[in-house]
């Protein structure tokens, strides 16, 4: 790696976008159909996130899983999220791929995605059909099912960072906010369909005879859909690859898409100028401070150290954003993957612990399709109330439309606590929706309005 600055650890780059008035230029507007085109990997996602927040538990219970080890599956995603998000995540920042910055991760974390739900769907099988010893076959079983669990799990996770940073990217302002309602409308759409996938007997359908197990049949399913939708997504909005200082010029970017002309550079980076040939307006006003020259920027390695640093430093509403995120998220990915797992040993009182041909395991299974059913009317009601929620901002605005989800979220999950009837908890699952639908839209809609907030401050 070539160094211009004589210090180790750092790389100068220039962008495609050229001269032009920092505060004025902005990326074009983009049509409605390629929003749409690039919801699709949301709508993928959310798919597959919904056949393994259905069936994840059900597997894991019926190959063998130890009592001991069943909080440990959903705790090292997270951990792996923690240590390496950050780090890719700046890596992505200064990707150099002729093919732009975002879409070379979301490709490699769509693999990742096929290749867990392969594991953990199949993973069962497979193991039987390799090995005959039913002492090997059961700790086999378990460790390949848990490695598909988390490989998919952290992948699936990851992937909202570039898919949210590709959107930023290349849309204005108004198409940022358009582009996440049509994401949170299309993660309900998603979810809505996965969990109705699961909500189907295949045991008893020529599909599922066909294809050997239900397992099998999600598979087919979940693999299809993501595959597609991940193609759309990708063609959507073409991103204008960064440029090196060091390297040779890179591929020629479509006319349509640059909307600098070519005489200068400003920086790139973790927090740039210039995203994908456009200003970034943020640090567009810190122009005249800046210590590099014009066109480079400096990449330093991302560390825990510096991760750390900079969640001390960031401005306190931005570090109340997160927290309040992270509490969120916690208490909503709790219920959701314990749900289908809780309708069948709580409401339904079955037990998969017992033979598979038993009435207790059958109960149960039972109770797990209709947990999908209540977690596909959480899916519908999330679309239902992304389309509402832009006509609720102008009353409570963001903030309380942030607090509202909270709080429906905390009443309902606390009465079906409470209360653990089929009914009345198919009935709180529309509440579950109203908070998936504010944890997709709303923060990131708060973050695109702190920074259109800054941008007027600077411009002023």
């Known amino acids: 790696m070539g160094d211009s600055s004589g210090q180790p650890g750092i790389h100068t780059y220039k962008s495609l976008a050229e001269d032009g008035p920092f505060c004025s230029v902005e990326p074009p507007k983009r049509p409605t159909g390629s929003l749409i085109m690039h919801s699709m990997a949301m709508f993928g996602r959310e798919f597959c996130y919904a056949v393994e927040a259905a069936y994840v538990t059900p597997v894991l219970l019926s190959v063998g899983l130890p009592k001991s080890l069943y909080s440990v599956v959903w705790l090292l995603s997270p951990v792996l999220g923690f240590l390496l998000q950050p780090v890719a995540g700046s890596a992505s920042d200064h990707c150099r791929a002729r093919w732009g910055r975002r879409r070379p991760y979301i490709l490699a974390l769509g693999v990742l995605m096929l290749l867990g739900m392969a594991l953990y769907l199949n993973g069962d099988a497979l193991i039987a059909a390799l090995i005959a010893d039913p002492r090997r076959k059961l700790v086999w079983a378990i460790s390949t099912t848990m490695t598909g669990v988390v490989l998919f799990d952290f992948a699936a996770d990851f992937i909202d960072g570039p898919i949210k940073a590709y959107l930023f990217d290349v849309c204005t302002h108004q198409d940022k906010e358009r582009g996440l309602h049509y994401h949170a409308l299309f993660t309900g759409l998603g979810g809505a369909l996965g969990y109705l996938l699961g909500a189907i007997d295949w045991a008893h359908l020529e599909l599922g005879r066909l294809l050997g197990t239900e397992f099998q049949v999600m598979f087919f399913f979940s693999s299809l859909v993501l595959t597609l939708c991940f193609i759309i997504h990708l063609c959507s909005i073409p991103e204008a690859p960064l440029r090196d200082t060091a ?191 504010t944890l997709y839209t709303v923060p990131f809609n708060l973050i695109a309005m702190y920074h259109r907030e800054e941008q007027e401050e600077g411009c002023c």
């Open 247 to 437: 390297k040779g010029t890179p591929p020629r970017q479509a006319p349509q898409d640059l909307a600098l002309s070519s005489d200068s550079t400003y920086e790139y980076g973790s927090i740039e100028k210039v995203k994908n040939g456009y200003v970034n307006p943020e640090l567009a006003l810190q122009g005249d401070k800046t210590k590099n020259p014009p066109g480079e920027q400096t990449q330093r390695t991302m560390t825990i150290k510096s991760l750390l640093r900079a969640l001390v430093s960031m401005p306190p509403h931005y570090r109340c954003l997160c927290v309040s995120h992270l509490i969120g998220w916690t208490a909503f990915l709790s219920n959701m993957l314990f749900f289908t797992d809780f309708m069948g040993q709580i409401v339904y009182h079955g037990d998969p612990y017992s033979a598979h041909n038993s009435t207790e395991f059958l109960i149960y299974q039972r109770g797990v399709e209709v947990g999908c059913w209540g977690l596909c009317i959480n899916s519908v009601f999330s679309s239902l109330y992304s389309y509402f929620q832009k006509a609720l901002v102008p009353y409570v605005g963001l903030k309380g439309l942030y607090f509202m989800g909270y709080l429906l979220f905390g009443l309902g999950t606390g009465f079906i606590g409470l209360f653990p009837n089929v009914y009345s908890t198919l009935v709180m699952c529309t509440l579950f929706g109203v908070m998936s639908s």
